[in-house]
């Protein structure tokens, strides 16, 4: 990366609202001079999962820099694994 360039970077957060079968993922999208066409999460039951391979999620609700996305249909005494996910 050059002097004075700024990259755009997506992290992910805390998970909140988890109940048996559902949770919501945050993350924080900070826009650099790439253009983020798509962010979102990537979730498995896979630990150190490729993110290729998991249920990509897409976030629609980006206020300023937080978004969030819902996972439903989950299954209950089960461990999810997510990363977040943008081009």
Do not use: H
Request: neutral net charge; charged residues 0%; aromatic residues 10%.
């Amino acid at each position: 990366v050059g002097s004075g360039v700024i990259t755009t970077s997506v992290l992910s957060g805390s998970a909140s609202s988890i109940t048996t079968t559902s949770a919501t993922l945050n993350g924080t999208l900070t826009q650099g001079c790439n253009t983020v066409s798509s962010y979102g999460m990537v979730y498995s039951l896979t630990n150190g999962f490729v993110p290729s391979t998991g249920i990509f999620v897409s976030g629609t609700n980006l206020s300023g820099s937080s978004y969030s996305v819902s996972l439903t249909a989950l299954t209950a005494s089960t461990t999810y694994y997510y990363v977040v996910s943008n081009t």
